[in-house]
């Protein structure tokens, strides 16, 4: 498999390259040269098959030449040691992506990236440094990924003041070769700063310097990090499609005696996805186009509604991103957006996926009725998900009859601060309880990027 950059469709990379380069040297996205069709063996059995055998089958064509079979299975293995349920809640069905260690979707990619990357640099004596941007959850799951991996160091940035409790306890109580920045200003100022540093337009970085780490980017702008989440789309779309639906798990968020839904609908799924970055999106789109049996995407976000407002006039218009209770959401300039329309036509688009934003009282108020009604805690970006479908299905946008999967993307006791006043405390999984118990150790820096350079060099 070749890329190429989003900007750049005349010059080819391999997967090695693609992945620990992370931004393209134009400033664009890497994407696979052509999104691969899965045999039919595995189309007919994805219903059936273990995770890791369909994240197996996901990820070996676009890193055919680079990782051998062999290795891509210990790698899934290593990576994918807890589930992504699909599970039966009221009418609809939630994928819970908050069985991994840090309790959101983000573990997927993260724990696949920090493996690969660890086969794709053996040999190497030059130190690497992982840089992300992280509005929430992604610099928890990725400090958590490669948490002591030897030779790379990893910078976490993410906006002072916009994260929780828990999710800065997440990105800063590691230590060791995980390095946290509170920086004054926004998600988007965050991502900027990692951009303009893997960039280095000036210069500042650019050295032979073999005891100077190299610069990678581990955000869904990496390639290495988006495919892996296709995994648990295809999974998912396979068993609802076959009714082969799971039990709940050990995590899962529903009040123990609470009504079971009586019926359990089984057909081609339309997914909603709680959409910030996008890059989850994305995975669901190369998920679909690989064959998964999925009829249509649903992207809802909260205020921060720049992509359902670009399907619906027809241009697309960034802007500053506007604070939120799901604040992993609050992205006024989505960078995956340009993966995505560089796949697809704006017709395309408008086929295949239907915008819609959510505003906080409304994912208050679906939290609190879903509680009542199911007895299943959502936290926030759910909840933004379930009210989604809730608004589309009213304005008959979509058939009261079709399956529908909101994508659960993190653990609502992550989200206690917004979750407790309205349904009280979740219950709470055993690696969050423990997280809570770490100390927070932060630089803080202003969004500017001297800063962020003057850094990278004391931690070089």
Known sequence: MRYYSTRNKNEFVNFTIAALTGLAPDGGLFIPEEIPLYPANVRSSLGSMDFTDIAF???????????????????VQSAFTFNAPLIPAADRYCLELFHGPT??????????????????????????????????????????????????FVT????????????????????????????????????????????????VLKT???????LSSANSINISRLIPQAVYYSAAAGRAFSGNIDSDEEATPRIKGSPYPSEIKKGLITLCVPSG????????????????????????????????????????????????????????????????AAHFTLDEMRRIILGVSVNDDETKETILRIHKEAGYFLDPHSAVGWKGVDKLLTENKIDKSDVFGILSTAHPAKFSEVVEP????????????????????????????PALIETLYENK
Do not use: H, W
Not at 58 to 71: F, G, L, M, R, S
Not at 111 to 133: C, H, K, N, T
Not at 208 to 214: F, I, M
């Open 156 to 203: 976490v940035l993410y906006p002072k003041g916009r994260v929780t409790p828990l999710q800065e306890r997440q990105i800063a109580g590691l230590g060791k070769n995980i390095t946290a920045l509170a920086v004054e200003g926004s998600f988007d100022d965050c991502q900027q700063l990692v951009k303009a540093a893997l960039a280095d337009e000036g210069g």
């Open 57 to 75: 089958e996901t990820v070996k064509p676009y890193v055919q030449d680079i990782i051998p079979n062999n290795a891509l299975s210990d790698i």
């Open 103 to 152: 309790a959101a979707f983000k573990d997927f990619g993260a724990r696949f990236m920090a493996r690969a990357f660890s086969y794709l640099r053996r040999g190497e004596d030059r130190p690497l440094r992982i840089l992300v941007a992280t509005s929430g959850d992604t610099g928890g799951a990725v400090a958590d990924g490669f948490f002591e991996v030897p030779g790379i």
């Open 208 to 214: 032979n310097d073999q005891k100077r780490p190299a």
């Open 277 to 340: 970055n996008f890059g989850n999106l994305t995975a669901g789109l190369y998920a679909m186009k690989m064959g998964a049996p999925i009829k249509q995407f649903i992207a809802a976000t909260n205020i921060n509604k720049t992509f359902p407002d670009y399907l619906n006039s027809g241009e697309y218009l960034t802007r500053t991103s506007q604070v939120t209770i799901s604040n992993a959401m609050d992205v006024g300039a989505p960078s995956n957006f340009e993966r995505i």
């Open 422 to 449: 309205l349904v009280g405390l979740p219950p709470v999984p055993f690696s969050l309880a423990s997280a809570m118990e770490r100390t927070v150790n932060a630089k803080t820096i202003p969004a500017e990027v």
